[in-house]
């Protein structure tokens, strides 16, 4: 298992991956991308049972599914640098033909892509389809799903959650990717919906807070009560507080890059602020 000082530099590496992704074809998602890094490479390198090799029925080991797809620059680093498919295949991202599209999808048989995520609302209803099936395969292992905040504006996951909870589905965790924004500003602005603890808590979920999104041993540790409390009746919650566009300082605090590539100037200086640590593609 990496250490934290391991963690933080694919960390650094995977935001360098995900800004000259998105900058080689000058379209993409960074600004999600980036607030989900620590979280990503952490799920995927320290707290999923992963086994080797790759097949769609993933019995035998915990699943992952993406539901805010559009970050996806993030999601094709993290599976690349965790043995998926080659690194140097990150250059094709939106490239046509290209097996990371700029959603991802599963008719090009994309290694640890389970769904199709272009459409936002779909991935906890998968997630759960998902959980269920572990459960009739007497499978004990854990389903991981990532929603945007913003995403649940999409009536459909309130019918899931709704379902999961009245199911019993506690073997799922739902992380919410808390950052506030969305494509046209504050979440508060487009769409307010009050308190999304009190909601999932509601509907009668079991709920976690990670105050700092963004910190590595925050994540570890609100995770590891996450899986503490799967098994017990309920699904569970982690409400993941991060800021979109972290470690890039032009990029934070602002709903501004949530779909915008930076330019060649824009580029060089995030890239001096996460200076390469295990090689670039």
């Known amino acids: 298992m990496p250490d934290i000082k391991q963690l933080q530099e694919l960390t650094t590496q995977t935001r360098r991956d995900i800004l000259r992704m998105v900058h080689a074809v000058n379209s993409g998602h960074p600004g999600g991308s980036l607030g989900c890094t620590e979280f990503l490479v952490t799920l995927y390198n320290q707290i999923m049972n992963r086994k080797e090799g790759f097949d769609m029925n993933g019995i035998g080991e915990d699943l992952f599914f993406l539901s805010n797809g559009h970050i996806s620059p993030v999601f094709y680093s993290v599976l690349a640098r965790s043995g998926y498919f080659p690194v140097a295949e990150l250059a094709t991202f939106r490239k046509l033909n290209t097996r990371l599209q700029g959603h991802p999808t599963t008719h090009e048989g994309l290694p640890g892509i389970r769904m199709a995520s272009g459409s936002l609302g779909q991935g906890m209803s998968v997630a759960i389809g998902a959980a269920q099936a572990k459960k009739l395969n007497h499978d004990s292992n854990l389903v991981y799903v990532l929603l945007g905040d913003g995403e649940l504006q999409e009536g459909q996951n309130w019918e899931a959650i709704m379902y999961a909870s009245a199911k019993k589905v506690d073997n799922l965790i739902a992380t919410i990717d808390l950052n506030g924004k969305q494509i046209d500003g504050t979440t508060d602005e487009v769409l307010c919906m009050g308190s999304v603890k009190a909601k999932f808590e509601a509907f009668d979920w079991q709920v976690i807070e990670i105050a700092e999104g963004n910190n590595i041993e925050a994540i570890l540790i609100g ?44 580029l060089a200086k995030a890239l001096e602020q996460n200076p390469e640590t295990l090689g670039d593609y």
Not at 235 to 245: A, D, F, K, Q, S
Request: charged content about 25%; some cysteine; glycine content about 12%.
């Open 223 to 266: 995770m590891a009560e996450a899986k503490a409390k799967s098994g017990k009746g309920k699904p569970v919650c982690v409400l993941l507080h991060t800021e979109m566009g972290n470690g890039v300082d032009y990029m934070m605090y602002s709903h501004a890059w949530h779909g915008k590539a930076p330019n060649d100037e824009q």
